[in-house]
């Protein structure tokens, strides 16, 4: 199905009930001048959950991010499956998509994608991709934050592609402030937009939770 490009699950450290953000779409609107990544996944309490942003590609900052939370899932017998529900919100966010002209996202150069790897835990504090465009490296360093129920430390990240810095953090925001960790998940190109996915690792419930990141740039 063209709309839904790809499946990514995000590997956490545990085997438990933990939330992992799951990949639906992701692409670029024609004019390259922004991103669409839709995410979804069932959280601690087992309830599907999805995210819709739109990014800047120039800026690297958001201009739309919109969620939903179903808390009625049906039962076993009769439950619809999470795509059917992410369709039928999708259309509810038309306008929107037709504004930032991403009503059909193009998805671009697929540049690399980082397979799952298990149990590990948290992952090293850099890691290291060649992509056709040169080397992508992201690194974290600790930063300190608000968090009051992780027991590691919070980390931020540097994220540099050749000698182009793509994002440095100087600081937290509330959407990050109990990260401990980073890694590279996918990149992809179109025209001269770039688009690469972090996974973002933080201490939940019952176990490690991941979440997507997209960052933007304009590549040089």
Known sequence: MRRLLFLIVLITGTCLAQSRDIVLEQGFSP????????????????????????????????????????????????????????????????????????SRPVSGRSLFQVASFGDLGYPADTAF?????????????????ACTYNDSPTHG????????????DARLPTSRQCASAYDLGAGWQYKTALAVLVRVYSRGWEGTDTAALVVTARLK
Do not use: C, M
């Open 31 to 102: 004019d390259a001048r922004y991103h669409l990544l839709i995410t979804s996944n069932e959280n601690d309490s087992g309830l599907p959950e999805v995210q819709l942003q739109i990014t800047d590609v120039r800026r690297n900052a958001i201009v739309y991010l919109k969620g939903r939370q179903w808390k009625q899932y049906g039962d076993a017998s009769n439950r619809p499956t999470l795509i059917s529900l992410v369709a039928l919100w999708k259309k509810s966010q038309a306008a929107v998509l037709a504004r930032y002209r991403l």
């Open 129 to 145: 991709q060649i992509t056709p465009l040169g080397a992508l490296h992201l690194s974290s360093r600790r930063l300190g934050s």
């Open 157 to 168: 990240f540097t994220l540099r592609l050749g000698n182009q810095e793509l994002q440095r």
